[in-house]
């Protein structure tokens, strides 16, 4: 049975935001999995900031993907084919490194097989039972370290890892405000998710709306963004205040450093500890992560949305692009082909 | 009997370096002790880089010295006069704030009482025995978290504190690089003191030397400089590095913010983890760290030197911009008046 793949190859770094022309889709025949390998039809594909830094040449936490490479990212698909023990036809895998496109051989030994969870949709398996789960579970619980009490505020409030980062704090007991893009988002946030106050920043300046929702002070900034709302924030970090740092989508877009609060010092001066993370350090104890945030689901306590970009493959340059305008509604995914 | 105190009185916040005519020294006769109170004549003054910061309006861990105050200061004095139980003339003594002047009436619940060391001056309780110390004693271990074989720098390394934190480094296992001005300090750090190379900043470019000295990259960053030698150190921190920011002197003597490295996103890319301290944090755990300092000493492992300007009062503002020139050569002290 021949299969005919799709790909997107990395042409050329892109200058500014992506856009399509800065990769190719290709069509190529699907070679057969070998040994201790498994063919896997992909079903959805994660779009994550942290996508636009594969494509850079910036110094970062994995090599940058290679210009001619199939651009790399996480997908859930199904088995096709196995030639490995403990994998049939059928399964619901993550594969090592799905990529941006329809089929991956996968090493069997790098697939994970993911158990469906009554309730809960395939999808969650790329974001809150997923990389993104992870992301505000250890984030939050390991490098923000948040007492009972405490001031949380988190930065893309409304995004994937925002969301959760948010809800995680309250259920830890503290007060937790949220930065997010448009009275859509605050009242989300405000409402279904009982966070404590949300700042719109595109309608008002986020300092003086920090000052109004939380005088005493920041304990913890959860950064997901960079640039001036990140120093609006840290500016406002009190005596032994924490930034968590996950990310800084704000300069992601932009060649050379990405530029740091105005007044380090601060960080002398309050006895502040910043510190930076990032995910793949904490796989090995997803287990845990994974057992908390299904029970907290399951209690109703912690709540998120899946955004699923129709259209396959070919759009996902386009949907990758929206991540850094704020246009989606939850974790941003591209279906790539149907669920079995 | 009526004593006659000198003491400085800050006039007017400094720009740039302190000079002595942003203070004065006033003549005033000292009043006697009341009850639970002591009297007591200095010997020695502290001089410290964040005497500087004192003098400013800038945000810090201690409220600015107001204008028209004595100075703050830390000293060693003997007591002359108690009106408290446990406190007789003759103890040597740290009176809860000393500041720049020749008489302190002291809560004597805010004094510690110095029990002498064999063999040991006075000065070394203003220096590795006393604040000096501990900052270099907890900001290394419980900040820069050091392990065996990794590699750590410290700027400002010949100074009172960085000497102290590259030996400590060295006992715990480091391979240490320290950072000074001139040939003799960076001598002296690579000889009596066993650090495994040193950088003069003042002949080299720090960069360039360090990846001559430590390819392998950087795990501890203990800051005591700020600026382009931290830039020149934290852009070489590798994945889990850490730094201590124990101090930012080239930035004091300005005003505005202190500037951070210029790539903040090596934090988020590198995992790293910066932290600032304050040593009065520690001061409730200072027995632990005095026991184990003195026993280094008491072993040869750790040395220090006292660099005590004599000439009374009237020389503090001069001697105190030293530590921003590096003219001098060990913990800087002031001679106040004779030990008794």
């Given at each position: 049975m021949d299969r005919l793949n799709q790909k997107w190859i990395l042409q050329h770094r892109p200058a500014g935001g992506v856009s399509a022309a800065d990769l190719e889709l290709v069509h190529a025949p699907v070679p057969p999995p070998r040994d201790g390998e498994l063919l896997v039809r992909n079903l959805y594909l994660s779009l994550d900031p942290t996508n636009r830094l594969w494509m850079s040449a910036r110094e970062q936490y994995l090599p940058p993907v290679g210009i001619g490479e199939v651009m790399r990212g996480v997908t859930v698909g199904v088995?096709?084919?196995?030639?490995?023990?403990?994998?049939?036809?059928?399964?619901?895998?993550?594969?090592?490194?799905?990529?941006?496109?329809?089929?991956?051989?996968?090493?069997?030994?790098?697939?994970?097989?993911?158990?469906?969870?009554?309730?809960?949709?395939?999808?969650?398996?790329?974001?809150?039972?997923?990389?993104?789960?992870?992301?505000?579970?250890?984030?939050?619980?390991?490098?923000?370290?948040?007492?009972?009490?405490?001031?949380?505020?988190?930065?893309?409030?409304?995004?994937?890892?925002?969301?959760?980062?948010?809800?995680?704090?309250?259920?830890?007991?503290?007060?937790?405000?949220?930065?997010?893009?448009?009275?859509?988002?605050?009242?989300?946030?405000?409402?279904?998710?009982?966070?404590?106050?949300?700042?719109?920043?595109?309608?008002?300046?986020?300092?003086?709306?920090?000052?109004?929702?939380?005088?005493?002070?920041?304990?913890i900034d959860f950064e997901n963004v960079g640039g001036t709302i990140m120093n609006a924030v840290f500016e406002r970090l009190r005596q032994n205040g924490r930034m968590a740092l996950c990310g800084m989508i704000a300069g992601y877009n932009d060649e050379g450093p990405l530029p740091g609060p105005r007044d380090f010092g601060r960080i002398l001066m309050q006895r502040l500890t910043v510190r930076g993370f990032i995910v793949i350090d904490y796989l090995p104890r997803a287990r845990e992560a994974f057992t908390r945030l299904g029970q907290w689901i399951a209690e109703g306590r912690l709540k998120w949305k899946d955004h699923v970009v129709e259209g396959g493959l070919a759009g996902a340059p386009d949907a990758l692009s929206r991540l850094f305008t704020g246009n989606h509604d939850g974790k941003l995914l591209l279906r790539i082909s149907p669920e079995p």
């Open positions: 088995v096709e084919e196995s030639r490995a023990d403990g994998f049939a036809p059928g399964d619901i895998v993550m594969p090592g490194e799905g990529g941006w496109q329809l089929y991956t051989i996968s090493a069997a030994r790098l697939a994970r097989k993911l158990k469906p969870v009554p309730g809960v949709p395939l999808t969650a398996h790329l974001s809150i039972l997923g990389p993104t789960g992870l992301t505000a579970y250890f984030g939050l619980l390991e490098i923000g370290q948040p007492k009972p009490g405490e001031v949380l505020v988190v930065s893309a409030a409304a995004g994937a890892v925002g969301s959760a980062v948010g809800q995680i704090g309250k259920i830890m007991g503290c007060k937790v405000i949220g930065i997010a893009g448009g009275p859509a988002k605050c009242a989300w946030l405000t409402g279904a998710l009982g966070f404590d106050g949300a700042v719109d920043y595109k309608a008002e300046d986020v300092g003086a709306a920090l000052d109004r929702l939380c005088p005493e002070g920041v304990d």
